[in-house]
């Protein structure tokens, strides 16, 4: 499956994620043009600077105007909004997309919105860094990395097997999962991370004065990751987790109580207890290795 | 300060840290000679077929004998039991040390044996990586890293000044704390996020079958991170626990605290609670790449 290239794409959002896709879809032939809208003047100006696309402008209607393909690349919040304003210049039979790391608010915010002769494919690539904005995008962000269709019922094939050829010519592999089953995954694998490394980074600041200092510069016994995690877009995550409550809620209170079976066998000196989860958790990243997803 | 080269150094325990010592030692021309011991034997066999060291064996007092230097460098827990096996052919005047990550522990286990005639300064090289055994040493292990130095009171400076101009000879950076200190900091920047790291592997391992490998294949969002910290050896890090008790469960219940208090962000939809915690964090990060730690 080759991907045809689209003859207008449009992204609404033009950050880590869509300036990415931006850079990737022009390194792959993917597109003849790619325009792009964002809410900010000086972020359009950013994007057009860094010649992220042929036109940035503020005005997502207006960019959507013609397109083959619409990707919304926002914050998950702002996603209703996006399909409310676009809506009436959507192009008969073209495809509409996102990026958002939650499936199930976002179709629930954006399928009202959109007329029923476009193609609405939700989307997830799993793939970030801890920098965001236009200044941040790369082209070889997705390579390599997984990109998650979540298609709804009766959705033509076609237009399905058309952006899952787009998302492999970006360079990504992808698999396609019910939403709800997606937000669970992700709720594990990606919400729940960032929470915990947002906590740590938290409560180690808190600690204040002196003993901050200290905090960093002895970083490198294992906190420095969380703080890669915990610098990661606040709209963004703030929005994820605001739109994937019971996901996430649930997980947490898993993560819980395995913390509290570890703290009380640390109380108690059961040492067995401890090396037997150390073990285990060490065989889990040479699977990951194997997977060559480490 | 500069270093001048050891006649003989001995380490006992040649895995990840002991091995780059060695090897970082030799780099720097620290040593006349350096020899090991380890206990197991083919530990011993693979440190001398990598020709970390002059000579690995499996007696410690042997490799002790006249050496000028001694560094423990076996997981925490068997700290004692060495300086009781080595205690009698130490020579007068040389300096034992350790590279334990947690302090009082150590010294409260190894400082009883020590005679009084040779000088005992606790050591703690704030580096690593996820792997272990002497096929993981590397001669830049500590490279930029921090090195924390615990003397003890009464402990003769020149001897710490000696060890303190030894470690920066390996590429370290030299800091000296109260023992006490040295645990409650290290509790927050390395310990607990070990712990945090083992138990949400722990955790999505435990969704198991089919869900599991979903979890594996989705691992950029965030997991994999962890994972990696998760993959440290099992036995160093029971020891850790076991041995920095207090700290440790005295910083995981702030943690515990500050994870509830986000966790009830999340349920009643406070997204500005989330928001500027997320930005906070943030600017940490920046603060530890502006120190170079990042």
Redesign the interface.
Known sequence: MSAAPFDKIALVGIGLIGGSIALAARRAGLAKKIVAATRRAETAEAANRLKLVDHCGTDPAQACKEADLVIVCTPVGACGEVAKAIAPVLKKGCIVSDVG?VKQAVIKAMAPHLPADIHFVPAHP???T?NSGPEAAFAELFDG??T?LTPLPGCDPKAVDRLEAFWKGLGSQV?R?DPAHHD???A????????????????????GGH?NA???????????????????D??M???V??NN?DA??E??A???E??FY??RA??W?E?DK??D??????E?????IH?N??
Do not use: K, M, N
Request: glycine letters at 6%; zero cysteines.
């Open positions: 790391s799993v793939a970030g801890e990395r997984w998650i698999d999962l669970r995954i992700l594990i694998t990606s919400h729940l991370p960032h929470l915990i490394a947002y906590t740590i980074v938290g409560t180690a600041d808190d600690l003993l200290e905090v960093l510069r002895f970083a490198a016994g294992g906190f420095r990751d969380f703080t890669r995690i915990a610098a990661s606040p709209t995550w703030r929005d987790f605001l409550r996430v809620l997980v947490l898993r993560f819980q395995d913390l570890l703290q640390i109380r000196g040492g401890l090396f989860l150390f073990t285990r958790t060490r889990i990243r040479r699977a990951l997977l997803q480490a």
